[in-house]
């Protein structure tokens, strides 16, 4: 697995904050890369050509400030999405602008990469190229490009239709470089599922639209945190090609179930104007809204994703396995329960902290003893700060419960 150099170090969990069509702009890419995950937007979301401009100067000043400010934690990297289709008109003015600010990656998509890689690189960029098969695969890594994006299925915008674990161990039986993944992925967990088959970064939208900076309208953001898996819609009618929806932006914009069949679009993609006009008023999103009850700071979510993340990093060999066949003989004090308590920053289900949970399979015998020793007086402070014991009983005056000790708040 290969990460490339631009993208070592300035990253707190190995994510990119996908582009999305009239949702990504200036304010979501900066908060993204300053919080430590890569930050993009499609270039056509910046319209006219001269709005492309008046963002690039935005993103690179800020990032400059921040990482100038924040030596420690340099912001992440920033990319441009490009759609490499002839439908796109841009795609000359948008490249000539990309190459002047020599923007850090581009992602190309619906299209092949090969003349947008030879610009890209003549001043030390990457191109990753977005694919829903490994065939498009093969072609975008013979025409160059550095990493490559696994679209997979339940994605939001225009999702594949294969199984991330089938395409993501695919594409590594023939590309040893730097590989990303995408398809419902909207937490820590599943950050690290895709890291286990075999994927670099994982690559997150739809848990991007909902959150403070995205540009979604608010009930569009309120729509994500109602909705489910099943209420998302593949189909071709709205962009002529298929995409996710969900599905009450569908209903709301007079569209019946019957209207939405396979094939209405012909497979001809739209231009811009007219996908503009429809992704307006119907809205697109992934199978991962199921677990977006929410509207965080994208700050907030990436601390969110980290610490998930690392819970995840740290779980224990499967207790199905057979005593002798167990790879990792260590015992391990956790019990499934991976949840941070934010006061004390203790786990709630084994009363490690991060660090130690990260840290267990390295740490030498008697490392994990003292630790050990320590988890009973830290359980008894959690059951008390956390645990209400079901006899609530407020003293009038105080507020406080004489059964558990705490306020109502
Ligand atoms: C509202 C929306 C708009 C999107 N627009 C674009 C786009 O303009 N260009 C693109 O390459 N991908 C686009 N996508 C796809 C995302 O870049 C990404 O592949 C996808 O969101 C990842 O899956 P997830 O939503 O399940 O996290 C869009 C996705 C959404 C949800």
Known sequence: MAVPTAFQGGFRVPVIAAPMFLVSGPELVIAACQAGVAGTFPSLNARPVAQLEAWLVQITTAL????????????????????????????????????????????????????????????GGLVFADV?????????????VDGIIAVCAGAGGHAGTQSP????REIREFWSGTLVLAGAISDGYGIRAAEVLGADFAYMGTRFIATQESMASPAYKAMVT??????????????????????PSLEAAGFQRQMLASSQGKGKLKGIGEEAKAWRDVWSAGHGVSV?????????????????????????????????KLCVA????CVGI??????????????????EIAAWSSLTEAERARVVQALPARQAQLAKEDGCLGLCDPDEETGICRSCGRTNR
């Open 226 to 247: 109602q909705c489910t898996a099943a209420d998302i819609v593949y189909t071709d009618a709205i962009s002529g090609t298929n995409a996710n929806f969900l599905w």
């Open 165 to 168: 674990f089938a395409l993501a």
């Open 338 to 355: 991976c949840q941070i308590d934010d006061a004390t920053g203790w786990c709630r289900g084994c009363a490690r902290t991060l660090e």
């Open 330 to 333: 260590i015992s391990s004090p």
């Open 64 to 123: 400059a400030e921040h990482t100038a400010r924040y030596p420690d934690q340099p912001a992440a990297p920033f990319g441009v999405n490009l759609i490499v289709h002839p439908s796109n008109t841009r795609l000359a003015d948008d490249l000539a602008l990309i190459e002047r600010f020599r923007v850090p990656f581009v992602i190309t998509s619906l299209g092949n990469p090969r003349e947008v890689v030879e610009r890209i690189h003549a001043y």
């Open 292 to 324: 977006i009850h929410d509207v965080p700071t994208v700050a907030e979510l990436v601390e969110r994703l980290a610490k998930e993340y690392q819970g995840a990093a740290a779980l224990p060999v499967s207790t199905a396995l057979r005593r002798e």
């Open 132 to 144: 829903i098969h490994a065939y498009h695969a093969k072609k975008a890594i013979e025409a160059g």
